[in-house]
């Protein structure tokens, strides 16, 4: 497993590392989790709480794990499923997970009682960064999009940032976290299909008023290529710095097996970059929708 991993700076979140001299010390392990809640949040969604111990305690917003799932009836899941993470708690010994009941791997997820046990791999990739001098950032994020913003929340506030968070759903009963952000003293703004206020015209308009009342010293993105453009331009346009956690297929996520490879344009350039080593957490200009 990896010791240290790319783009680590001073104000990452990231706690892993070794300084010169250090013993190696491992920043993911796979290990047997006991599962302690998998609750349905609406009907689509659903809350996942294992307690484990070890690397996993370290993880920080925007990392992932990767999930054994169990096989549901009649289906095989094979590989893995990365997941990001939704919370952890270090003093209670438990990780979170929201996820979307989609495929066969997610299905057989949706099976796990309280005391079965969960292989989970991690903590995996390179997370959000919070720069100390910023007072004020914005987090856009759409579905699942939202579970990876979600520890970013807790960061912020215990660095005393300011966030507004601008939740995107196809109706109201699908917009997730609200209550947890606010519990983190962020402002929330949800948006839907349904009520016509989710197209990256309307949100664009969100977006500018906050910049106007210096409410927005940085983006963070996950869930929406569409809402990634307009924070694109937009970060163009006034100069602001952002973050993208990148939403891919995965099978080893450990960099080797090159499945989740991506192109980025770094200055002008076509980079291929592999989303589970390199990031999933990118610069914002630097992402290709």
């Given amino acids: ?16 590392g070794k300084s010169p001299g250090s013993l190696w010390k491992a920043s993911a392990a796979a290990q047997l989790a006991d599962v302690i ?12 709480i294992v307690r484990c111990g070890g690397p996993a305690m370290q993880a920080v917003p925007g990392q992932f794990f990767q999930l054994l799932c169990p096989q549901p009836a009649g ?42 046990r969960l292989d989970i791999m991690g903590p995996l990739g390179v997370g959000f960064t919070l720069d100390p001098a910023w007072k ?8 699942a999009g939202l579970a990876t913003l979600a520890p970013l929340a807790v960061a912020a506030r215990q660095r005393n940032i300011a966030m507004t968070a601008i939740f995107s759903a196809r109706k109201p009963d699908l917009v997730l ?18 009520e016509g206020t989710s197209g990256p015209a309307h949100v664009e308009l969100l977006l500018r008023g906050l910049i106007a009342d210096g409410r927005c ?28 956690a990148l939403e891919q297929q995965m099978a080893c996520g450990l960099g080797v097996c090159y499945c989740c490879v ?3 344009n770094i200055g002008g350039e076509i980079v291929h970059r592999r989303v589970c ?3 999933p957490v990118f610069d914002l200009l630097e992402a290709i929708p």
């Fill in 75 to 116: 289906e095989q899941p094979y590989l893995r499923r990365p997941m990001s993470l939704y919370g952890v708690d270090p003093n209670a010994g438990t990780v979170e997970f929201l996820y979307k009941i989609a495929g066969a791997g997610t299905r057989g997820l949706a099976t796990l009682q309280v005391g079965d």
């Fill in 177 to 194: 976290s609200v209550e947890l952000f606010e519990a983190q003293n962020a402002r929330v703004m949800p948006v839907t299909d349904l």
């Fill in 262 to 264: 991506r192109d980025f």
């Fill in 136 to 143: 004020n950032i914005v987090a856009v994020g759409r579905g």
């Fill in 37 to 48: 809640a998998n609750t349905a949040i609406n009907t689509e969604y659903r809350h996942l």
């Fill in 277 to 279: 080593w390199d990031g």
């Fill in 217 to 244: 010293d940085a983006f963070f993105t996950c869930g929406s290529s569409r809402l990634l453009r307009v924070q694109q331009r937009l970060a163009l346009e006034f100069g602001l710095p952002g973050q993208v």
């Fill in 1 to 16: 497993m990896r010791s240290d991993g790319p783009n680590k700076t001073a104000d990452s979140l990231d706690p892993g």
